[in-house]
């Protein structure tokens, strides 16, 4: 990759936030949810294996630190290993056929005088139709990569 695109790239991702063990903990089980679902077709099929999941996660509560931190690391490691070549995605995000399908229209166009009626929105959209929150890691605010390979925004 050019250099100069690399550098654009990087000025372009927005920076990680630090998560607790419990949010790492929140989301590995919410992507292991999520790539179930690629892999699992039929709906009864689904809720058993993430009853499975579930319960795999559960037993593992209360553990100690250092287990807890090597836990995490196996299940990311087994996350990746089951990671599903052409995962569902929802339509309206990146890589889905909604994405970007009808974006608003910016205020500054429908009202050029600058005299905003009182029920318009006041907030940001992220590409993904989403409000941009800055506690939440996704703040579209300026410009913002959105990789078609991952199906995501950085």
């Given at each position: 990759?050019n ?5 654009a790239?990087?000025q ?13 903990v ?5 992507k ?7 892999w699992?077709?039929?709906r009864?099929?689904?809720?058993e ?12 509560r209360?553990c ?26 929802v ?22 005088d ?15 139709m989403?409000?941009?929150r800055?506690e ?5 605010v300026g ?12």
């Amino acid at each position: 990759m050019n250099s100069v695109i690399a550098a654009a790239a990087a000025q372009a991702r927005q920076k990680p936030v630090k998560l607790t063990h419990n949010q790492e903990v929140a989301r590995l089980y919410r992507k292991s949810l999520k790539t179930l679902a690629s892999w699992a077709i039929d709906r009864d099929i689904f809720l058993e294996e993430a009853t499975n999941l579930r319960a795999r996660f559960d037993a593992e509560r209360g553990c100690s630190n250092a287990k807890a931190i090597r836990l995490l690391k196996e299940g990311k490691e087994e996350l990746f290993e089951y990671t599903h070549p052409d995962p569902y995605c929802v339509p309206y995000m990146p890589g889905g056929s909604l994405f970007m399908r009808n974006p608003p229209i910016p205020l500054e166009i429908c009202f050029p005088d600058g005299n905003y009626p009182d029920d318009a929105p006041r907030h940001t959209l992220n590409p993904d139709m989403t409000i941009c929150r800055p506690e939440t890691g996704k703040s579209a605010v300026g410009s913002v990569l959105v990789d078609f390979t991952k199906k995501n925004m950085e």
